[in-house]
């Protein structure tokens, strides 16, 4: 009964007159809704203090054991972890501002979950495409700069070369159709199915308000 509630409630925000308390709205809207944004914030929390560790341990280790061009890796890597950062932060207050009750929970639910499909759809794509540019880059990187492929001179030469830079793009090209399908799977594990659960409760209140 408690989404009969939910919905009477959904109904009457912004009514001076029958307008529910913000504590009976909280109360009601975090058993039905706030579970699958708990969830997500869980798992968006969890994958940054995965990204932090893998990337300083990752990046520790290349400034301590080169020098010079092979660099480029740690600075690629502290790079796209910066623009991680910046991704996170963003999720992280639309999620917050998702569980905020009072800030006009009608109008303003349903478009920020809009919201939200488009970040998780952004960060899906920009992963998957990121795999074959980062990919070709390390090995261009090493190619260029490891101290065992700069000691051989075949490697020197333009021939060698544009040869490895093919082979790089081809396994590029065939290892980024299952990192899709990979990323996909993780995205909608981590948060696709907790949008697709929000995005119901949302839906079955909007179509009972219709009915009525």
């Known amino acids: 009964m408690e989404l009969d509630q939910l919905k009477e409630m959904w109904d009457d925000v912004g009514s001076k007159e029958k307008g529910p308390s913000a504590d009976e709205l909280q109360a009601l809207l975090q058993k039905k809704s706030k579970s699958p944004i708990a969830k997500m914030k869980r798992n968006l929390f969890m994958e940054l203090l995965f990204i932090l560790v893998l990337y300083v341990l990752t990046v520790a280790y290349y400034f301590l054991n080169f020098s010079g061009g ?13 623009l991680y950062l ?17 800030c ?5 639910l349903s478009m920020q979950l809009r919201v939200l499909e488009k970040y998780v759809k952004f960060y899906m794509w920009v992963g998957t495409l990121l795999f074959p540019v980062v990919f070709i880059a390390s090995g261009v990187i090493v190619l260029l700069y490891s101290p065992d492929t700069t000691a051989d001179p075949v ?5 060698f070369i544009w ?5 790089m793009i081809v396994f ?30 949302v839906d079955e209140m909007n179509e009972d308000l219709v009915e009525r």
């Open 70 to 82: 092979m660099l480029s890796l740690a600075w690629m890597l502290i790079v796209i972890g910066v």
């Open 86 to 102: 910046l991704y996170y932060r963003q999720k992280r207050r639309l999620l917050n501002r998702m569980e905020c009750v009072s």
């Open 104 to 108: 006009e929970v009608k109008s303003n």
């Open 155 to 159: 490697t020197r030469e333009r021939f």
């Open 163 to 167: 040869v490895f830079l093919a082979v």
């Open 172 to 201: 590029a090209a065939v290892l980024t159709i299952p990192v899709y399908f990979l990323n996909k799977w993780y995205v909608r594990k981590l948060y696709g199915q907790h949008i697709e659960r929000l995005k119901k409760i």
